[in-house]
């Protein structure tokens, strides 16, 4: 090493190589996302201060056209105009050690080391996946300061904890034109993604230009379909950032396009047309008809031609088996066959899938349901049910990769996504209750907007170390619960996460009869709930054995588009999208989430800058719609109390109107709003510290300056709103934001005087928050929730 390292930032506790004077943590202060697995500071916390005079040199492989992209990105980062390329005195050496195929492969080695003296920096991988990756983490490294732009002097020693990494599109639902794709890759890269799954058709549309059967694009389409030559440029521009591309043509469900342009390979006969409801629809393929094998063998000769992946995803999921059952003819095939029923069915026809792809030197991906009885082992798993899926899977032989808990079309918190982890765990709990213990069981009902309840029960155990419990919801294995608070009036209240997202119960068990809510994201679904004699006998969580453990390959971010457009495309995958990528890439216990924002807020403005993201500038154009003016601050200002309603509330909002198809405009205010407000979630730390120490000035100034901005802003956003008929529905949630911004005023000042509240002015300030808690215009104003803890922080008065 050119200078000592003595100060270490390790991705994991287990990596404790450094000398006693060293600092081990799990993840530092340096704006790196995903964190690297081993991070060495200099001693003497040093700077390589930088010039416009900054050439780069690479050695081992091609890579040389990648020069001038990196090369603008510095320049865009720092606003200077670069001297011309010298090579011979390049400050940033790039050594590969292996010339590989330009193709990335799933094993393909992506690991790196940096170095950076006052020198320079110098970058060696084995391969140049390895190579593309590390410059991804120098140039997140460009900092400027009070005195120059610089890179801090370290040492960087990395490669990715899972093969898997990806983000899947869904070019279905809405069109994504080829230039918001390439610009999503550009965001991958950044974030170290290295599989584009690519959803190409469902019901609602086919995406792919098919030579054998034109109809397809002719009929399903709309005429919003991509060229052959356009799925080629979009492979050729992954490649060069080392993304693999994995194409979905889904089969034997999701098949109305198909349905649409020949309906003789369906298993009840027409007519048919292109779908513009969503959900899932009847059309299936017919397992008994031999057109279907050719028809599948065919799409997917053309398929190959053009994906080089040795992987095809064919969706599997969702089958609707009704028309299997009406159908007389394909019953007499299944006694044939000795089919016993739809399953036997299924696993019938991924069979001769399975022979097909093999014959065109491809692997089968498919979701959760292709898991059946017989399934050839090579195949992959994509887990959207959750960790007992995935455990299963995993247990059986077949290599998986998770996608619960990473649904970033649902608006869900950073947090909630970081929080997901890949493998299963097991309980964290002792749900054994001892002699000198107490417990306590209950049975909750949680009616949905669309689809059955919520069922399950829960036990809470006051223990000598406090309070502990587990939820057990219906058919699934037992969580633990975290942050159990009990208030004075025996409300109740617990966290755990769901595959709804961030659960959190708030229930009166004191009182029948006994009720409450389960606030699921930020939104409230009301719930009732029955004591129970004992404890339910629960699912325990089954975690694979070591072996079976390394059958999982990683995971995937999951972008369903039926809330979302090209227009707001950025603004719903990034940046949440860098959380996910640190869970895939960093160590297990790279786990902090106060640690994970801010990292996120530097790396979120650095993907605007550097890699060109457009989630602020997609938001700010919708907003300037809306207002039709350039002066939007008052609606942003407005924006940064409120977020989208959670979890599928608005999909099933819209459904429950009648909206929940193609047509549906996402042109409100609540299409403008990233998932979360970062604005709500600093005041409700800065609320938690002024709790804790209700002597905090710089606290209580943070809170009452925001809250006044809020409650000043509310005179120049009315007009604003009157004069748009989208946004009328805004009107009534800024007054209740003025309302709860001078109410808040009120108990922090009765906070920092020591001062309580009435039981009438209580009882009061409950009901206020709870009116402005409700679903308005499928947004919510998630300031509700900061506020409900301050005056929960407030003692009683007579």
Aim: charged letters at 20%; hydrophobic letters at 40%; glycine letters at 6%.
């Amino acid at each position: 090493m050119p200078f000592p390292f003595r100060r270490c930032l390790l991705a994991s506790s287990l990596l404790l190589a450094c000398s006693a004077s060293t600092y081990a943590a799990p993840a530092g202060d340096l704006p790196l996302m995903p964190w690297p697995q081993k991070v060495e500071l200099a001693a003497q916390q040093g700077k390589w201060v930088l010039s416009n005079a900054l050439s780069i040199a690479i050695s081992g492989d091609d890579l040389e056209a990648d020069i001038p992209r990196w090369r603008n990105r510095i320049e865009l980062q720092t606003g200077w105009v670069l001297q011309p390329e010298d090579a011979k005195h390049a400050a940033i050496t790039i050594m590969i050690k292996q010339k590989v195929a330009a193709q990335p492969m799933p094993d393909s080695d992506e690991s790196y080391q940096l170095h950076v003296t006052p020198q320079g920096a110098m970058l060696t991988a084995n391969t140049r996946f390895g190579a593309l990756r590390g410059m991804e983490t120098l140039l997140q490294l460009i900092q400027t300061d009070g005195e120059n732009t610089f890179i801090p002097l370290l040492s960087i020693e990395d490669a990715p904890r899972f093969p898997w990494r990806g983000v899947l599109l869904d070019s279905v639902r809405h069109f994504l034109p080829v230039t918001d794709i390439k610009r999503q890759l550009d965001g991958m890269a950044a974030a170290k993604f290295n599989v584009l799954h690519w959803h190409l058709t469902d019901d609602q549309g086919w995406r792919f230009a098919s030579e054998h059967y034109p109809k397809l694009q002719q009929l399903a389409s709309d005429g919003q379909f991509y060229t052959v030559e356009q799925m080629k440029d979009v492979v050729a521009y992954a490649t060069a950032l080392g993304i693999r591309v994995v194409p979905e043509i889904d089969m034997p469900g999701h098949a109305s396009a198909i349905a649409a342009a020949y309906p003789e390979l369906i298993s009840e006969p027409g007519p048919y047309k292109m779908q513009r409801e969503w959900g899932v629809h009847p059309p299936t393929l017919d397992p008994s008809n031999p057109q279907v094998y050719k028809f599948a063998d065919r799409i997917i000769g053309e398929v190959t031609r053009i994906f080089p992946d040795p992987y095809l995803h064919i969706g599997g999921d969702e089958v609707n088996d009704t028309q299997w059952q009406h159908s007389q003819a394909i019953r007499a095939f299944m006694a044939k066959n000795h089919l016993a029923d739809s399953n036997a069915l299924h696993t019938f026809f991924n069979q001769r899938l399975q022979k097909i792809l093999h014959q065109h030197h491809r692997r089968m991906v498919g979701w959760d349901e292709i898991l059946q009885p017989n399934l050839p082992h090579d195949s992959v798993i994509q887990s959207w049910q959750g960790p007992d899926s995935l455990s299963a899977s995993a247990q059986q032989g077949y290599q998986s990769i998770l996608s619960t808990g990473f649904y970033l079309d649902q608006p869900q918190s950073s947090a909630y996504h970081y929080r997901n982890e890949i493998q299963p765990q097991p309980l964290g709990v002792d749900p054994l209750v001892a002699s000198d213990e107490k417990a306590q069981s209950w049975a909750f009902t949680m009616p949905r907007l669309k689809g059955s309840p919520v069922t399950g029960s829960f036990t809470l155990i006051d223990g000598k170390n406090g309070w502990r419990g587990y939820i057990d919801f219906a058919g699934k294995s037992r969580r633990a619960m975290r942050d159990i608070v009990w208030n004075s009036d025996g409300q109740v209240s617990f966290a755990v996460d769901t595959w709804m997202g961030d659960t959190r119960p708030t229930l009166n068990l004191q009182h029948a009869p006994s009720s409450g809510y389960f606030l699921i994201g930020n939104v409230r679904y009301p719930a009732s709930v029955e004591k129970l004699a004992e404890a339910p006998q629960g699912i325990m969580p089954s975690v694979p054995d070591a072996q079976s453990m390394k059958n999982i390959l990683g995971g995937e971010v999951a972008l369903w588009q039926e809330n979302i457009t090209s227009q707001i495309l950025d603004l719903k995958l990034w940046p949440r999208a860098f959380a996910v990528s640190e869970r895939l890439w960093s160590a297990q216990d790279v786990q902090d989430v106060d640690n994970m924002y801010q990292r996120l807020g530097a790396v979120d403005a650095w993907s605007v800058v550097s890699v060109g993201l457009q989630q602020h500038q997609e938001s700010a154009r919708l907003m300037t719609r809306l207002a039709g003016s350039s002066d939007i601050m008052p609606l942003q200002i407005l924006s940064t109390a409120l977020e989208p309603a959670q979890y599928y509330t608005r999909q099933h909002l819209k459904f429950q109107a009648g909206h929940y198809n193609q047509y549906e405009p996402l042109n409100r205010l609540v299409d403008a709003l990233p998932a979360e407000s970062n604005v709500v979630r600093e005041l409700g730390q800065q609320i938690d510290r002024l709790v804790a120490n209700p002597q905090d000035t710089k606290a209580a100034l943070a809170i009452r300056w925001q809250l006044t901005q809020w409650q000043t802003n509310n005179a120049q956003v009315q007009p604003l709103l009157a004069r748009n008929v989208i946004l009328k529905p805004i009107e009534p949630v800024a007054n209740q934001l003025n309302q709860l911004a001078s109410s808040g005023l009120l108990w922090l000042d009765k906070l920092q005087q020591g001062k309580g509240l009435s039981p009438q002015q209580r009882q009061e300030a409950k009901k206020q928050l709870d009116a402005a808690a409700v679903v308005q215009d499928e947004l919510v104003i998630a300031a509700v929730y900061p506020l409900q803890h301050l005056l929960n922080a407030l003692k009683n008065s007579q």
